[in-house]
C-alpha cells in the first residue's frame, strides 16, 4: 500500500468509528405483531475497527521509514 492509500484508509476507519459513537451504526428491530419483543443490531465493531486502524497506523510509519526508535549519542 502506499502512503495515500494507508491515509484514505485511516479517514475512513476514523469516520466509522465517530458513526458508531454517534449511534450511527446501531438500530433496533421492533416486532410488527406489537408483542413488544425487540433486538439491537451494530453493523460495526468498534475494537476491530481500532485495532485496524493501529495496525494502518504502523504500517504508515513502516513507509514513511520511521517505524524505528531513535537512538541519541551518549558522550
Known sequence: ???AEILAEIA???TALEHIR???QEYTITSA???GTSRTVTMADYKMLSEERDKLYRKLAA?????GYRMRPMW
Open 1 to 3: 500500500m502506499t502512503e
Open 12 to 14: 475512513s476507519i476514523n
Open 22 to 24: 454517534k449511534g450511527g
Open 33 to 35: 405483531t406489537g408483542a
Open 63 to 67: 513507509v514513511k521509514g520511521n517505524s
